[in-house]
Every structure is written in C-alpha cells, then in structure tokens.
C-alpha cells in the first residue's frame, strides 16, 4: 500500500492561547499545560524530544522523561556515558519539546545544563524499581553489544550481585538541570494561524512575544 506522505494534514480546532492565558512565569503556565495533558490521558505526558550537540557539531536527538519542575529547570535522569552525556560534556547546553496531540499543544525549551549534586541523583535512583536500577548498572549505554543474550548475561550478574541488599547509584548515572533561557508555547489553530507564545529570561525578568505561525 502506497501512503500518500504530502496528504496526511490535520486541521487544528480545540483551542487558542491568549494574552490573558498567560502567567508571569512560564514555568507556571508549563505546569498547568503538562497537568493537563496528564489528565488527557496521553499515553507519556512527561516524555520530551532532547536535542543536543556533539563536540564535532553533530546534533542528535532522542527521547527522554521529564522527573522534574522547578521555578526555573527541568531535570532529567541518565547514564553520564551515553551519547547524550558526552553531548553535553562538550556542548552544555540543550533543547526539548513536549508534544501533546490530543491537546494540540506543543512546548519548546532551550537553556544551559549541568548535572545535578549526588545527593539529588541518589535520592530520584533509590525511588526507581528495582527492576531499572538493575538495568542502569546492567547497560552500558550507547555502546555496542553483541547480541541479547549478552544484555541478559549482564543483567543476570548485576542482579546475583546486589541479591537482597539495597542497589547503590552507579557514579556513571545520575541527573540533569536544563535551566531555561527561552520557552515557547504552540497552541494548534484552524488555517495554519496557530498561536505561538515566546518567553525570554533576560535581566532577572521573562519577557515575551508572540511570534507568526
């Protein structure tokens, strides 16, 4: 079966963001916007597109889980060797984008990144299952394996090792704090005029604008 690619368009009616929608801190409005699709159901509210460049200038992407809001960042949780970690090694900085379909929402963030204190990473690593603290120490992350077999192996040894004791968190895992610079609210609207809602951190203060379609 051909697909027709160029004809695959859907028209955008559930809403609109106004001036009068807004808050003075984004952050605010984010929140509303995230607990909202929550309560749509989306299948992965917290999931977001993370954008970052190697030290070569490569981009990359993937999908990571948002974990958590603060008055100003967003953090995340990760292996320090992966792809991503040496991305950010290099080039500390990054962009994200939540997309919610069935709110016809989509939110951008750009900022500066570092990784969060011990303490904070041991904290969000204790409260996983145990099932992914395993997996965390069993996966070398980005690298090459042979095969699943080799994966199981791995994780197999990691488990006979931590047998009936508490999992500590590996020195190579921990978080991230995307602290935000800019963030963009897109609101789908009929005929393509969708609304787009700019915030910029300058001098202390959010400011923003609302850019063209």
């Known amino acids: 079966m051909s697909i027709d690619i160029a004809g695959l368009r859907k028209n955008y009616t559930r809403g609109g963001l106004r001036e009068e929608d807004l808050t003075d801190n984004p952050i605010t ?20 597109s993370l954008a970052t460049v190697s030290e070569d200038g490569m981009p990359d992407t993937r999908t990571v889980l948002l974990k958590d809001i603060g008055d100003r960042y967003i953090r995340f949780y990760t292996n320090y060797k ?25 939110v951008r963030i750009r900022g500066s990144v570092s990784k969060v204190s011990r303490d904070e990473s041991n904290e969000y690593f204790q409260s996983r299952p145990r099932e992914s603290q395993l997996g965390a120490w069993a996966s070398e992350q980005s690298s090459s394996v042979a095969n699943r077999d080799t994966l199981k192996e791995a994780y197999d040894a990691v488990s006979k090792r931590f047998k009936n004791t508490t999992i500590p968190t590996p020195e190579f895992w921990g978080g991230y704090k995307i602290v935000v610079s800019e963030i963009e609210f897109w609101q789908g609207r009929p005929s393509r005029l969708h609304d787009r809602i700019l915030f910029t951190f300058e001098e202390e203060t959010w400011n923003y604008e609302r850019l063209q379609p």
Do not use: C, H, I, Y
Request: hydrophobic share 40%.
């Open 29 to 48: 409005l984010f929140r509303q916007w995230l607990e909202e699709s929550v309560k749509s159901e989306a299948a992965e509210p917290n999931a977001m």
């Open 82 to 106: 992966s792809t991503k970690g040496r991305d950010l090694e290099a080039n500390p900085f990054a962009a994200v984008n939540f997309w919610w379909p069935e709110l016809e929402r989509q």
